[in-house]
């Protein structure tokens, strides 16, 4: 299987899984990449971020489309959104790759268990 397959098939997956759940395709996207397809954590991490704009995008169509989008609450966490990630984006840059993949797997640990808990 060639390589642009691969990575077209783990996209569908986490498409289909990041629609179905409505969380970013970077909980999935990041371990596969840095696992499965031996890509660094920086790169991993910069190459979700720019999968996430068409990924959000058609998803809160369809959502919208449902009624399920509250419009006035997603502007105004865009406009925090924006400015956040211009700053995470600056100092991921700064962080050692160990330490990247160790704060990214606090991240999930966290979410994971406060998703489990409430």
């Not at 989008?69 to 050692?96: E, H, Q």
């Not at 160790?102 to 991240?107: G, I, T």
Request: hydrophobic share 55%; glycine share 12%.
């Amino acid at each position: 299987m060639t390589e642009r397959l691969k990575f077209a098939g783990a996209g569908l997956v986490v498409g289909v899984l990041s629609g179905l759940l409505g969380v970013g395709g970077g909980i999935f996207l990041v371990p596969i990449m840095v696992t499965y397809f031996n890509i660094t954590q920086h790169i991993a991490q910069a190459t979700s971020m720019a999968i996430v704009i068409p990924t959000a995008l058609i998803s809160s169509i369809i959502y919208g489309f449902h009624g399920n989008t509250d419009v006035f609450l997603a502007l105004n966490l865009i406009i925090g959104s924006i400015l956040g990630a211009g700053i995470g984006a600056r100092i991921m840059k700064r962080i050692p790759p160990i330490r990247l993949k160790q704060l990214f797997a606090a991240l999930l640990i966290v979410v994971g268990i406060r998703m489990v808990l409430t």
